[in-house]
Nanobody, 126 residues
């Protein structure tokens, strides 16, 4: 599976941005999708994840209520809608995917994820 994330961008604090992550290749099997981010000088951290069915999502506390993860299985694309952005959301965002044994499971740690996108920079100005 290859993952191609959309371009990030520069957004003012309080603004919104939607990232997308298009999967190609062996997408016929069920797979979990996730988003991670790495701020300057910090380790990569979990942001959000969604199950194969789309019925289960989990968010980091820092983005809960502001970010929404979703997916379109017909288009093999995942999305991260980011609202009420803060300067501390500035980071390189990575989408990730891995095969799943269930329709409703998801992963919040990096290690289960097999496939990673190239990373896209989101900058939030104050």
């Amino acid at each position: 599976v290859q993952l191609q994330a959309s371009a990030g961008g520069l957004v003012q604090a309080g603004g919104s941005l939607r990232l997308s992550c298009a999967a190609s290749g062996r997408t016929g099997s069920r797979y979990v999708m996730g988003w991670f981010r790495q701020a300057p000088g910090k380790e990569r951290e979990f942001v959000a994840t969604i199950s194969w069915s789309g019925s289960s999502q989990y968010y980091a506390d820092s983005v809960k209520g502001r970010f929404t993860i979703s997916r379109d299985k017909v288009k093999n694309t995942g999305y991260l809608q980011m609202n009420s952005l803060k300067p501390e959301d500035t980071a390189v965002y990575y989408c990730a995917a891995t095969y799943s044994y269930t329709d409703t499971g998801y992963y919040t740690r990096e290690s289960p994820y097999t496939y990673w996108g190239q990373g896209t920079l989101v900058t939030v100005s104050s």
